[in-house]
């Protein structure tokens, strides 16, 4: 079969020339340039997952709970009360590296209208940020950009942004990381699916008109990027988050009506994506007039317009009769809303241009047709185990690293958030989960995210697995039982065999992890091609998770509470010091085993520390994770203003590894002394090695003769600005 | 206490206003239409934060045309209590109810933290609970809270006492350290001069629950239920 397109034109959609001969086997016919566009967009990686979606099924999406797993706007799970939760986590990494403000703040935007799409209230956004360091002018433009962006949008909307993490390495430099987590509520009967399965339907567009704006973001989204990327600036989106609170509240309403179908965010594709997604779910058809369409100018091809990527819109299908009920709530909130079509029986997206067709396709190829790629993947060497520099000086290591920029306080980013719009934030952010309450319930929600890149670096499996344990781990702190996970895959080009191999690695990593502790995967996001002048991303899995808590009066804080009360290190301690934050301070290279998880011993320590917590043993629990069991008694002793006396710690691995190293599976707990009897009862019967480190109390942080600071210098410097 | 809660376009902390004063505090309450005309039957009126049209332009300014604020005006003049937070500060001094105006925060960044505020007067209608002196902790969260005012204006608002709240350290000093966003003289809230209207940029209702941090907000809204008992006594 002849080519009968030029090469620069699939290039401008990102598509090959096999995947053009399937276009036209399924078309049966030479696509026009529109539908040539279409099937860019939506057979993009971005779209389609098409690299990644066979690794996928290996995930484990079920559960007794699971209300709606992957495949629509955000995953859904029941809390009980009638009660849904409503999750998903989304990158928005390609638009942050060109203009960080509008690319991370309609990150925000678009993850939220994931959520009130489902018919959900948006209760909490969580952010996933990497950066490269910050010694460069480039790279606190991209951070400051960034931050500025997610504020921007959040705090204009007024969903809280409640937590998240930011890490800093030389591997993200020029490609920031911006992965943005939107969590929802909404009662049972009312949970909605985007999903058009009634012929005759009405198809209402509401919200934003329609611009240049974004056109082939999908397509860039799914390409490395070079010297040129900058020239793509238009395909970077501007967001309103006035209009998009508009449109939530609207939609919230409209989800109370009857005769309303579905409802639809428009993202990555645009119109093309949002149309043709809805009718193929209810295996419908639907045909768009796109001269309907209101336009933000003058000249506008059918092209531009079904490709825009303009933000803050939303397809609403109703039925005939309840348009006029419809209209009256987007008059109320002075939405415009142009009728732009209908659902058909036909299988097919039609759009037609002042009644002449100007692009015809069957729905099944369009949405579902891609023929799946399988790079071939080259598995990293397992590395040795690398030889350890002794520790010389304690205190000026832990003084070090608690103001490095991966360890020193986030309050200077977070403070520019608001975190406790609607009146939910138990614990805000900065804490080892954020706890919000579930209105009108005494039940709380804990959330979070995780993601260790140098682990993950040094092996991808292991490091996924650490990921996914942390999170658990981090939820289990507060009191909560961890119930189910998002997931953004972030990585560079799959069509380089070692990168497709750390994914391949990193997805049967969170498989085995999250089968191991019975999380379902219930959303996600794969972003790939963060490559940038073939310099790629390290490997970087993000965990979203989410926990309850049946009664927040149970709620465990992360700070030492009380002067008097005894310090336990709970879980086991090895020589494991590869990737960790330590060595990184002494200027070592990435290299040797990271720390291994065991999922059994993670099970354990988990069941025994929500025991401990539902009978009130424990009054504070911090996770153990980067920079290891100093860095955190100097955290709880920071979050709750006491110091700490140790008398000295001893084990059996070296000073550093005690000290520095980030074995996983492991909590500090600080516990009434006449509790203490209690503690080590639970741990014994979970078979949780316990270890006491010592007393809270007084005006400084000391441990045995190696350190004795006050606790005002060790503030000073994990205040250290950014 | 019947409490009206206005929602313009771009409010969000109408529903935290209705939790504080109607779920916590048990008064009746009703959210009011920026559309809406009449207050008659409202003996309080709540201008809640937010981002009142995006505050694209100055925070307030379009606001302050909307129908519902010439009801305001005249529930005001009349003697009714009237309180605005943030966004609604700024929408009350837009107005003209209020003295003043709030620039951009001197750090140039939004702020969400808890702060700490010292009474300075407790004979404004949402003060009444409190005694000068007394400190409270209640958080603040804009962009645009820098207080401002030319020196004649600034002089006979500290003259006539209508200064209600300032930024102060957690003992009740007023310091320099303590301000979180540029204000002159600290100014986190003023009242009219008749007492009635009272504007502040932290979000008292925010700090009306244990759980959620705090408590002190709730004497401003107290303060409210006392007032109007005083005058109908």
Redesign the interface.
């Known amino acids: 079969m002849a080519i009968a397109v030029k090469r620069a034109q699939l290039e401008e959609v990102a598509l090959n020339e096999d995947e053009y001969r399937a276009i036209v086997r399924a078309i049966g016919r030479d696509p026009n340039d529109l539908e040539l566009g279409m099937f860019g967009a939506l057979w993009s990686e971005h779209c389609s997952y098409k690299t990644s979606k066979a690794l996928l099924r290996q995930l484990p999406t079920e559960g007794p709970d699971v209300l709606q797993g992957p495949g629509e706007n955000a995953g859904a799970v029941d809390i009980g009360d009638g009660l849904a939760v409503v999750f998903k986590i989304e990158s928005h990494n390609h638009p942050s590296a060109i203009e960080p403000y509008q690319g991370a703040a309609t990150g925000v935007g678009g993850i939220l209208r994931d959520v009130f799409a489902m018919g959900a209230r948006p209760i909490a956004i969580l952010d996933a940020l990497r950066f490269g360091p910050l010694e460069t002018g480039h790279n606190r433009h991209l951070f400051h950009g960034v931050i500025a962006g997610i ?1 921007g949008y959040g ?4 969903c809280p942004t409640v937590g998240g993490e930011v890490h800093f390495d030389a591997g993200y430099s020029d490609n920031p990381i911006v992965n943005a987590m939107c969590v929802g509520l909404v009662a049972h009967d009312r949970l909605r699916r985007a999903t058009a399965d009634r012929a005759g339907d009405v198809v209402l567009l509401v919200g934003a008109d329609t611009g240049r704006d974004g056109i082939h973001g999908a397509t860039f989204a799914s390409v490395e990027m070079d010297e040129r990327s900058a020239q793509r600036r238009p395909a970077v989106q501007v967001g ?4 998009e ?2 449109l939530c509240e609207a939609c919230l309403q409209l989800n109370e009506l009857d005769g309303v179908t579905a409802i639809q965010d428009l993202g990555a594709a645009g119109l093309t994506s949002a149309a043709s997604e809805l009718a193929h779910r209810g295996r419908r058809g639907i045909d768009i007039a796109v001269e309907k369409i209101s336009r933000r100018e003058q000249g506008m091809t059918p092209y531009d317009v079904m490709l825009s990527e303009s933000q803050e819109r939303m397809l609403v299908v109703v039925r005939p009769e309840a348009e006029a009920a419809a209209r009256e709530v987007f008059d109320h ?2 939405l415009h809303a142009d009728r732009i079509g209908t659902v058909t029986g036909t299988a097919r997206i039609r759009i037609r241009d002042h009644g002449v067709s100007v692009a015809d396709i069957p729905l099944k190829a369009l949405v579902d047709g891609v023929p799946l790629r399988s790079p071939v993947a080259s598995l990293p060497d397992k590395q040795p185990t690398v030889v350890m520099p002794a520790v010389e000086e304690p205190e000026a290591v832990l003084l070090d690293l608690i103001a490095s920029p991966n360890l020193r306080s986030r309050r200077p980013i ?13 614990f805000g952010p900065g804490f080892d989960a954020a706890l919000l ?1 579930v ?1 009108g319930t005494n039940k709380g929600l804990a959330l979070t995210t995780d993601g260790n890149p140098w682990y993950v670096a040094l092996d991808p499996y292991e490091g996924t697995r650490a990921a996914v344990a942390e999170a658990a781990r981090n939820i289990v702190c507060t009191g909560a039982r961890p119930i189910a996970v998002t997931n953004c895959l972030n990585f560079g080009n799959p069509e380089r065999p070692a990168i497709f191999g750390q994914l391949q690695e990193s997805i049967r990593g969170l498989a085995d992890a999250c089968r191991a502790l019975e999380l379902p995967v219930v959303s996600g996001n794969v972003s790939l091609y963060n490559e940038t002048s073939e310099r790629n991303i390290p490997p970087t899995p993000v965990i979203g998770m989410v926990g309850l808590l049946d009664d ?1 009066s149970l709620r465990c804080p992360s700070g030492f509470k009380e002067d008097g009360d005894l310090v336990f290190l709970l879980g086991e301690t090895r020589e494991e010091l590869a990737g960790s934050a330590y060595l990184r301070l002494l200027g070592a290279p990435t290299e040797g085993r990271p720390p291994v998880v065991s999922l059994e011993m993670e099970r354990r320590l988990q069941a025994a520390m929500l025991d401990s917590i539902r009978r009130g043993v424990i009054r504070c629990a911090h996770d153990v994770s980067d920079g290891g069991l100093l860095i955190a008694l100097a955290e709880s002793a920071l979050y709750g203003g006491h110091g700490l006396r140790c008398p000295g710690i001893m084990g059996s691995v070296s000073r550093e590894a005690f000290y520095f190293g980030e074995s996983q599976g492991r909590v500090v707990v600080s516990v009434a002394p006449r509790r203490v009897p209690e503690l080590q009862k639970l741990m014994a019967n979970h078979h949780i090695p316990l270890y006491a480190v010592g007393v809270v109390g007084g005006e400084d942080f000391q441990v045995g003769s190696d350190i004795r600071v006050s606790l005002d210098s060790l503030r000073e410097a994990w205040e250290t600005a950014f | 206490m019947r409490t009206g809660i206005i929602v313009f376009p771009g409010t969000w902390s109408d529903r935290d206003c209705a939790h504080a004063v109607g779920e916590i505090l048990g008064q009746p309450t009703r959210y009011v239409d920026y559309r809406e005309e009449r207050l008659d039957d409202l003996d309080l009126v709540i201008l809640p934060g937010g981002f009142s049209y995006g505050d694209y332009l100055r925070c307030g300014a379009i606001a302050r045309f909307a129908p519902v604020m010439e009801a305001v005006t005249d529930f005001a003049n009349r003697g009714g209590l009237v309180l605005g937070i943030c966004n609604g500060f700024q929408i009350l001094q837009e107005a003209r109810l209020l003295p003043g105006a709030l620039l951009r925060n001197a750090s140039c960044e939004f702020r969400c933290e808890w702060v700490n505020l010292r009474v300075e007067q407790s004979e404004s209608a949402f003060s009444l609970d409190s005694r000068p002196g007394q400190v409270l902790r209640i958080p603040i969260s804009h962009g645009e809270g820098n207080f401002f005012a030319d020196r004649e204006t600034l002089e006979a608002i500290e003259r006539n006492g209508q200064v209600v709240f300032r930024y102060c350290a957690q003992d009740g000093r007023v310091t320099a350290e303590s301000n979180p966003n540029g204000s002159l003289s600290n100014i986190a809230g003023i009242a009219n001069a008749r007492g009635n209207v009272v504007g502040m940029m932290p979000h008292p209702e925010r700090a009306c629950e244990d759980l959620l941090g705090g408590t002190d907000g709730l004497m401003v809204f107290r303060s409210a239920i006392h007032a109007l008992a005083r005058v109908a006594a």
């Open positions: 504020g705090n204009c909307f007024g309103n988050p006035f209009l609170k508009l909130f002075e977070y403070r520019t958030y608001d975190h406790q719009v609607q009146d939910n934030t138990v309450r209105p927040l």
